[in-house]
Nanobody, 118 residues
């Protein structure tokens, strides 16, 4: 059974840092995309950052210069280092994993809560 599990969320004061981790099942083969999305209360889910198998990355304008996405391909794990956190970064952070191997597959984790207090 495929699993995508996020960890590392929590409560932090504005200006602080957190690192999120997302581990996909070792049995998953052919991951070509891993991304972090977030959803604030009453708002739609939005892309925060993503990274392709090639190492190419992209960030939402609101987090550029503060967040860094990285990936350990051998462990099927993606990280999101979040610095200089702001109250508007508060939300549930979800990991998205896309696979292209004998078909196209899209997996989501259950989410991890990040709360930034002012």
């Amino acid at each position: 059974q495929v699993q995508v599990v996020e960890s590392g969320g929590g409560l932090v004061q504005a200006g602080g840092s957190l690192t999120l981790s997302c581990a996909a099942s070792a049995s998953i083969v052919g991951i070509n995309y891993m991304g972090w999305y977030r959803q604030a209360p009453g708002k739609q889910r939005e892309l925060v950052a993503h990274i392709f198998n090639s190492g190419s990355t992209s960030y939402a304008d609101s987090v550029k210069g503060r967040f860094t996405i990285s990936r350990d391909n051998a462990k099927n794990t993606v990280y999101l280092q979040m610095n200089s956190l702001k109250p508007e970064d508060t939300g549930v952070y979800y990991c998205n994993v896309r696979v292209s191997f004998r078909g196209e597959y899209n997996y989501w984790g259950q989410g991890t809560q990040v709360t930034v207090s002012s």
